[in-house]
């Protein structure tokens, strides 16, 4: 394993911490950890009495953190994913808090370490998986998944519009020799999609890159499961926070939200229903200033998105939004 260089710079530190409004006192959740960015803000505002529970499904993750806020009394850590939010918390005796943090996607170490299989930078093995112990890596699933399901995830998740050609170059490769490293496959989207787009300021596996790496971790599907487990777990005045990087998950974020918080439209030549009392509103959208961007590069597609939950909670579990 290498020694890890890389610093990852926390997104919207500030828009994130005010869009909590963090209670000194309150139990909060760090959703998807990293390297502690966002946590160790929250942590500067918290009283003693006050509680971090810090989630990722990296083992790294972990590692660092225990590391790095073991010694604090008010800090827990635990490998979890974002789809066993209520379980872990239920775990730990806890059934409602006072915010949640998730910022999506990959952090730096991630990237930066070719040992991850993450990025089309820097040759590694082609694994991809966030949590190295669990499921299968891309160099698997590309060497057994068909044509069309290739074809399919790299034009649902990647965006990408020669999926099928790049699929069926995949399959042919495979056929002769099984694809094992990042450079083997970027050096493949690049030979099937040509010299115009080697041209172009991305590169030209970016968006495969993407799409496989969505798959291998069943992102979207994790944070459908996350949103709606950390919906329920909120107290009256409770926040989620949530940092998308990328149009999918934006919508999916967006989508959730706009869904408890706005009153229900009803067909106007009907009679009116009583007036819906949404038990979640909105707090608001950030984007990234240009300074930020600027600084931060990786922050340039960040949307953080910020939902209350303003109703009454019953103290047992099982409130369903
Ligand atoms: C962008 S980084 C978080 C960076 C962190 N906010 C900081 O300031 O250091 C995203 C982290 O979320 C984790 N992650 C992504 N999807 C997850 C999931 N479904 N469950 C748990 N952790 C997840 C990744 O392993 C990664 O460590």
């Known amino acids: 394993m290498s020694t890890e260089t890389t610093i990852h710079k926390p997104v919207m530190p500030d828009e994130m911490m005010s869009g909590l409004s963090v209670r000194r006192e309150g139990n909060y959740v760090d959703a998807t950890l990293g390297r502690g960015g966002h946590s160790s803000l ?18 790294q993750a972990i590692a660092a953190a225990n590391q790095r806020f073991g010694a604090d009394p008010r800090c827990c850590v635990r490998q979890s994913r974002l789809s066993e939010l209520k379980t872990s918390l239920a775990a730990l005796g806890i059934e409602q808090v006072a915010g949640i943090m998730m910022d999506l996607g990959v952090s730096s170490p991630q990237l930066d370490q070719p040992e991850r ?36 995830a790299l034009f649902d998740y990647g965006e990408e519009r020669r999926a099928g050609a790049i699929a069926r170059a995949i399959v042919t490769r495979r056929a002769q020799r099984p694809l094992q490293t990042t450079a083997e496959l970027a050096e493949l989207v690049s030979d099937c ?8 300021k991305k590169h030209p596996a970016t968006r495969t890159f993407q799409a496989i790496r969505i798959v291998i971790n069943d992102e979207l599907q994790e944070l459908r499961s996350g949103l709606t487990q950390a919906l329920q777990v909120l107290e009256p005045g409770g926040r989620l926070a949530v940092l998308a990087f990328h149009s999918l998950e934006d919508r999916i974020v967006k989508r959730s939200f706009n869904a408890l918080a706005r009153p229900a439209v009803g067909n106007r030549r009907l009679p009116q229903p009583a007036a819906h009392n949404p038990d979640y ?32 909670r019953p103290t047992t579990a099982g409130a369903q939004p």
């Open 193 to 200: 999609l040509g010299p115009a787009a080697r041209k172009q």
């Open 117 to 152: 299989g993450f990025s089309f930078m820097h040759d590694g093995p082609l694994d991809m998986r966030m949590d190295p112990g669990s499921g299968q890596s891309a160099a698997e699933w590309l060497q057994q998944a068909t044509v069309d399901e290739i074809r399919k």
């Open 42 to 59: 929250l942590l500067e505002m918290l009283a003693d009495e006050g509680r971090l529970i810090m989630f990722d499904r990296d083992p």
């Open 281 to 312: 509103r909105l707090i608001g959208k950030w984007l990234p200033t240009a300074a930020e961007i600027a600084s931060n590069p990786r922050s340039r597609s960040a949307v953080l998105r910020v939902i209350e939950y303003c109703a009454d």
